[in-house]
């Protein structure tokens, strides 16, 4: 276990130099550490085999060429980020500002750009494929989705994570909106037993035909 942690200690510091001094060597980080270029190396190419470290050869005037190591845009995942707080202070501007309906407009433009983004996906196919192909999207945005067909023939969907969950929180029309977003996709009645954000263990839709 001590030698996990002081391994992801390791691996956190070097991102923080690329991220601070990169691009940066193998030679150079391992100073900057002060540990050895063969265990600075093997976190190194850990990570561009996990696509958030990349490398650059650069040839110099004399002698070898230096190997400039950086970190890519998906390394940005790693480090802190205040998406949310930014959108609930916006919404509640907007709120104060202008009113709740307001605030309901920017949902439901949110929702018709998703319709017209996602329609096109559903179409020749039937309510289990949608249901599949829904899920899929969910899962794409990062809502852990999961979908089964019950015995009477009815189909739910389980969304374990919920990215918006702070702003969905504030501002329901967020989940009404993915209600309705769901039954237009899939073309059928759509009943929420469940939601995260009235604390819920997950956000739970029963899926039934029209």
Not at 4 to 11: D, F, H, L, V
Not at 106 to 116: C, D, H, K, Q, V
Not at 155 to 161: D, L, M
Request: hydrophobic share 35%; net charge neutral; proline share 3%.
């Amino acid at each position: 276990m001590k030698k996990e942690q002081e391994s992801g200690s390791t691996r956190r510091m070097i991102m923080k130099l690329l991220k601070t001094k990169g691009p940066l060597t193998i030679g150079a980080l391992a100073s900057e550490l002060e540990i050895t270029e063969m265990g600075v190396r093997r976190h190194v190419l850990q990570m561009e085999q996990e696509g958030i470290a990349k490398t650059k050869v650069v040839r110099q005037a004399m002698g070898r060429p230096l190997h400039m190591y950086s970190l890519t845009e998906l390394a940005e995942e790693y480090f802190p980020k205040n998406y949310h707080n930014l959108a609930l202070d916006l919404l509640r501007e907007l709120d104060q500002g202008s009113g709740i309906e307001a605030v309901n407009t920017l949902f439901e433009g949110r929702r018709r750009r998703m319709l017209a983004q996602y329609s096109p996906m559903m179409e020749n196919r039937n309510l289990e494929e949608r249901v599949a192909e829904l899920s899929s999207i969910q899962n794409a945005g990062g809502y852990m989705a999961e979908w089964n067909q019950a015995d009477d023939g009815s189909y739910e969907i389980r969304e374990y994570n919920c990215p918006i969950r702070q702003v969905a929180g504030q501002f329901r029309k967020a989940c009404q909106c993915e209600h309705d977003l769901f039954e237009e996709l899939l073309s059928a009645k759509v009943t929420r037993s469940e939601c995260m954000a009235e604390g819920g263990r997950c956000c739970r839709y029963s899926i039934v035909p029209i």
